[in-house]
């Protein structure tokens, strides 16, 4: 049996394949590497992992993850998923490349995450080039779910937006400041909290302020991101990840309106990819 795993911040998409075929698919939460210990893997795969299946009878393990784009990383999350598949070979693959395979198979591409964080690479049918780094909510995911949240939160709280969102966003989210600084600043997974206000924003996406936001968001991304890829024009754009999907309209003008052609928007790549494993197996 093999297991294949796409993980981004948030959720973790898992698919159990037996002699060519989907036999079983899970999902837990999102395994990034920066925020978990070995053991956490372990742990949220006792509690999804289906039990009429034998996980040490899972001959391989092929995971996808945010935070896995160095060796370190990669190898922390390796030891997680050995504690739990004992007799499987655990291969460990960063985001993006999940990225580019589900979009791209083998051809080539310019491959977009835009979910709870974000990245991007070029991708040539086999490899990745990257010309930035992924820093993360703190520093840039320009366009992902936790930098629009950050946005809108930022927003609310300098009391900058207009007072209709405003009380609905006081109405369905009834935290003080110290409530939201406090998910922030100490407690797990803030990027999580950030991009919860994703649905806020889709239910709310025509209103202008909410539209010119988002906008803004992609622009930032296009200008941190894709223009530093000087032949972008030249090559497909692909996009995977909810926050992608949710404001493609949004994002398609974007990157048209600076020569580029997005021609495929995923949101979950986990299907993608097992067809790529199931076609080079």
């Excluded at 609905?168 to 409530?179: C, V």
């Excluded at 999907?245 to 580029?260: M, T, V």
Aim: contains cysteine; neutral net charge.
């Amino acid at each position: 049996m093999i297991i294949i795993a796409d993980s981004g911040s948030t959720k973790t998409h898992w698919k159990l394949i037996e002699s060519g075929k989907v036999v079983a698919e899970f999902t837990t939460q999102g395994l990034n590497p920066y925020y978990c210990k070995p053991d956490t893997y372990r742990i949220a795969l006792i509690h999804s992992f289906p039990s009429e299946y034998n996980a040490n009878e899972v001959g391989k393990v092929c995971f996808y993850g945010a935070g896995c784009s160095n060796s370190e990383m990669s190898d922390l999350v390796r030891s997680g998923l050995c504690l739990f598949f004992q007799n499987a070979l655990v291969k460990v693959y960063t985001d993006i490349l999940a990225a580019a395979r589900a979009l791209f198979g083998t051809g080539e591409g310019i491959a977009i995450i835009l979910g709870s964080g974000a990245n991007i690479g070029y991708y040539n049918g086999e490899e990745l080039e990257h010309k930035t780094p992924s820093l993360g909510f703190v520093l840039g995911d320009e366009g992902s779910g936790a930098y629009l949240g950050k946005g809108l939160i930022k927003s609310w709280l300098y009391d900058e937006l207009p007072k209709e969102i405003s009380f609905q966003l006081q109405k369905e989210y009834p935290f003080s400041i110290n409530q939201i600084l406090n998910k922030i600043y100490a407690e797990p997974f803030p990027n999580r909290f950030l991009a919860s206000f994703i649905p806020f924003l889709e239910r709310n996406s025509g209103h202008p302020y909410i539209n010119k936001m988002v906008d803004n968001a992609f622009e930032n991304f296009v200008h941190n991101h894709l223009l530093k890829y000087k032949n972008f024009k030249n090559f497909p754009i692909g996009v995977v990840g909810s926050v992608g999907a949710i404001f493609q309209s949004n994002l398609s003008r974007i990157i048209e309106k600076h020569g580029g052609n997005l021609v495929r928007v995923v949101r979950y790549p986990i299907t993608e990819l097992v067809n790529y494993h199931l076609e080079k197996a």
